[in-house]
């Protein structure tokens, strides 16, 4: 461990939790699980290694809250049901006893679906498609239909599912759950101002475009409690338009940080540094500044100088990795012995398909 780099390496406090450094694992979608959504024995061997490889923390893939319209790819992961719940425990147990925090990220795809074999159609907050083709590397293939616009019972079920998922999850023995409100995912597409046209309450305004996403978090808060750690993700880009940006930039951060931060969430978690424009804050910081709660910065960070100067200067209090995980999943052990990162290698790891390849699991972690 360097001079520049030991704040890295502070414990921080967070819920009523001990993270033992700053670094997280980023949840990252690897399409693994059994074909009814249970996850396995490989999985287990593939978080443990970053429980061994010394990460505070790691944020699980996104997986799906209900067995009807939210899952977004097949041999997803879910947490809809008593059978995807119990087979977590293990993996769960298997994470903790090395020292590291799990929480589970709770996604509903809406629109973003591309592999679904419970659902026939996609739901979304209006008939808008997203703007690119499926992603090839989790199974898709050509553009995505055009969504049904939800119902307001609809959005009564949905928000029910995550507060149902979110109450599996306590029970599997996740230390939180990450509601997923980013990429371009079901709560991200209630955000953002082209996938949301609703004319009721829902829409039109920045505010009304964040109210969903606020019932869902009070909801998940009412079901696992006050002592529970609950979290959020939240992107400008997507997964189907990478360079989305807000349309009032700092103006619609500070509307939506601010809404975030009055709710009973514990932390917000920005997912790239790029901002708003030239000479506008990062997101991290835009978080920090509006919402006053703790941020996890996440977008390349694997220069541990640049990950160590937004703890520093108090624009964010953790750092998660994402690719530079999948590469090192000893990333913070490699630091502290004062090895280099070796970079992403994206096809070895993501291509053809992005499940849980061999080389991966055989990978010497440095402890």
């Not at 119990?86 to 903790?96: C, E």
């Not at 996604?107 to 090839?136: F, R």
């Amino acid at each position: 461990m360097t001079e520049e780099n030991k704040p890295l390496f502070d414990q921080q406090s967070l819920q009523n939790l001990t993270f033992k450094n700053r670094y997280i694992v980023a949840p990252m979608t690897r399409v693994s699980a059994a074909n009814n959504g249970i996850a396995n024995e490989r999985m287990k061997q593939y978080y443990e290694r970053y429980a061994k490889g010394g990460f505070s923390a790691i944020i699980s893939e996104g997986v799906y809250p209900d067995e009807q319209f939210s899952q977004g790819y097949h041999n997803q992961p879910g947490l809809a049901n008593e059978d995807q719940r119990d087979a977590w425990k293990p993996i769960v147990r298997g994470v903790h006893q090395h020292g590291t925090l799990f929480i589970a990220q709770l996604m509903h795809a809406g629109a973003q679906s591309q592999g679904n074999p419970n659902a026939n159609d996609n739901i979304a907050p209006s008939p808008v498609s997203p703007k690119n083709d499926k992603i090839s590397f989790y199974g898709g293939q050509g553009p995505f239909p055009t969504p049904r616009e939800m119902t307001h019972e609809d959005m009564e079920d949905v928000k029910q599912s995550f507060a149902r998922s979110a109450k599996l999850a306590k029970e599997a023995g996740f230390d939180g759950v990450e509601i997923h409100g980013a990429n371009g995912y079901l709560l991200d597409q209630f955000i953002t101002d082209y996938f949301n046209q609703r004319q009721d309450q829902y829409g039109g305004t920045t505010i009304n475009r964040i109210r969903y996403v606020l019932e869902v978090v009070k909801e998940v808060r009412k079901v696992v409690g006050h002592d529970y750690m609950v979290g959020i993700r939240i992107s400008q880009g997507k997964a189907s338009d990478g360079e989305h940006r807000w349309a009032l930039g700092e103006a619609d951060a500070e509307t939506i940080f601010g809404e975030l931060g009055n709710s009973p969430l514990d932390y917000i978690h920005v997912t790239d540094q790029s901002g708003f424009g030239k000479g506008s804050m990062s997101m991290a910081e835009a978080a920090k500044k509006f919402s006053g709660l703790p941020i996890i910065a996440n977008g390349q960070l694997q220069d541990s100088k640049k990950a160590a100067s937004l703890i520093e200067q108090q624009q964010a209090d953790f750092i998660s990795l994402g690719t530079s995980a999948l590469q090192n999943p000893d990333a913070p052990n490699r630091l502290q012995h004062g090895y280099e990162l070796d970079s992403f290698d994206f096809h070895s790891i993501m291509l053809p398909q992005a499940e849980i390849k061999d080389h991966e699991l055989k990978k010497e972690i440095i402890k």
